[in-house]
């Protein structure tokens, strides 16, 4: 299946070939049909799978075909993209930017946490595509800058995120503001009763699509389990960093002191890092984040929340300082370095109290992870029955994928052209 076959117009395949896509993503060959067709969508899928480009691209060439038809340009805004969080909006944004790259087609993204103005500026000028995140839209939809009359599509992005963190009440208040005609796309990697019911009540007849289960997103990426005391967790992270084929680690952490202290440790071995969390400004989360994209900073410690959306091509390392207890966290971590198709790799530092977590992982996602025995920091305390097979941690282990980092691989796994 080649992107040619889903009937896309020259723009968009123009701007695809410069993303270096050859081949459209499981969710994008399912999905973006049905959005031509201006069907209700429901998408089971999480980030990592082409999701963003699953709906942007079909409404960019929806926008475009209007745009073609239309007699006059109108300044109205005429999809709305709704999503939980500052990083995700701008990703989508980012990615809306460059799949419309030769459309014509406007977008602005708006989100809290930073001045409004210019947002409003950018309001008053029009634009065709809304990016937002509730809290903002309904504060300037309330102040009289945003008319929602000529919605005509609907992305409600990670549904489930927006439920666990207590945004539901505000996307139900936008909803109710939308135009009832309209075509809805909405996504969700989990279906918690609550969101079930939510999808029920404002899709028509959609078609359901449904990729990667959260557990064997977890199959492309080699995992590594090291046991080690609490106190000796920050020394194993500065030793395991010694390995110059880990170009891009995602370190992370469960608190956001946690985060600073280990960010700050290893800025004082001379491993360039920062910390990224909810109580950084939104400036300097975006300068991080730029540094860790341009390599110019070599680690990059987070938190769940701050790392949401976090899109970084040919991450080579995720880090997991500490084991999450709520094991689909893992998944979504470990995730990060999957993505796009390519394969990754993972470590994870379980200390004692950590190992029940483990094994809920395990449970989980069915594999085994296998543990790293040869490091100098074992811990003080056998784990009484290793959750995996034990493994050699030679530094080869993560050598082997460096040159997989050179070359982005497509989705039938071939070798394609690096994005720049
Ligand atoms: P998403 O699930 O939207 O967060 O996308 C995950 C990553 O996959 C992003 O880095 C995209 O740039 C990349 N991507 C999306 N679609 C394709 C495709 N068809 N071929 C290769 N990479 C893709």
New binding site residues.
């Given amino acids: 299946m080649s992107f040619e076959k889903l009937g896309l117009i020259a723009p968009i395949m123009r701007a695809l070939e410069t ?7 499981p969710i ?1 060959q399912q999905a973006i049909p049905v959005v031509l067709e201006k069907k209700d969508l429901l998408g089971c899928a999480q ?7 699953a709906f942007a691209i079909p409404i960019l060439q929806l926008l475009w075909k209007e745009k073609e038809t239309a007699q006059a340009p109108d300044r109205h805004i005429k999809t709305l993209i709704l999503t939980p969080t500052r990083e995700l909006a701008i ?1 989508i944004a980012d ?1 809306i930017r460059d799949y419309g790259a030769h459309t014509g087609i406007r977008h602005l993204v708006i989100f809290g946490g930073v001045s409004a103005q210019s947002q409003i500026d950018g309001l008053k000028r029009g634009t065709d595509i809304l990016i937002a995140t509730p809290g903002r839209l309904l504060d300037l939809w309330q102040q009289g800058h945003i008319n929602l009359q000529f919605i005509r599509q609907f992305v409600l992005d990670e549904a489930d995120r927006m439920l666990d963190m207590g945004f539901i009440h505000d996307v139900k208040r936008v909803i109710t503001k939308l135009p009832a005609k309209r075509q809805t796309l909405f996504f969700s990697a989990t279906m918690p009763d609550e969101i079930a019911g939510l999808a029920n009540s404002i899709l028509s007849n959609p078609v359901k699509v449904a990729v990667t289960p959260v557990s064997s997103t977890a199959e492309k990426v080699e995992q590594r389990l090291f046991y080690v005391d609490k106190t000796d967790k920050r020394k194993l992270l500065v030793h395991v960093l010694k390995d110059a084929s880990i170009t891009s680690a995602l370190v992370f952490t469960r608190t956001k002191h946690g985060a600073d202290r280990v960010a700050k440790e290893l800025s004082r071995a001379q491993i360039t890092a920062s910390a990224i969390h909810g109580d950084k400004s939104q400036n300097s989360r975006q300068r991080a984040l730029t540094d860790f994209k341009a390599g110019r900073i070599r680690v990059l410690v987070a938190t769940d929340i701050a790392a949401r959306g976090i ?1 970084v ?1 040919n991450l080579s390392h995720v880090i997991n300082y500490e084991i999450p207890n709520v094991p689909e966290t893992y998944v979504h971590r470990i995730g990060r370095t999957g ?3 390519a394969s990754g790799i993972a470590f994870s530092f379980c200390e004692h109290e950590e190992r029940a977590y483990v094994k809920d992982i395990v449970k989980l996602t069915k594999q085994a992870i296998p543990v790293v025995e040869e490091h100098p920091f074992p811990p003080s305390q056998e784990p009484a029955a290793p959750p995996a097979p034990a493994v050699q941690m030679r530094q080869s282990s993560s050598q082997q994928h460096a040159g997989r980092k050179k070359q ?1 691989r ?2 039938h796994g071939r070798p394609q052209q690096q ?1 720049s």
Wanted: glycine share 20%.
């Fill in positions: 993303q270096g896509y050859s081949t459209p993503t994008q980030t990592g799978t082409g999701k963003t480009a990703q990615n899109d091509d993505r796009g198709g982005k497509s989705w994005k």
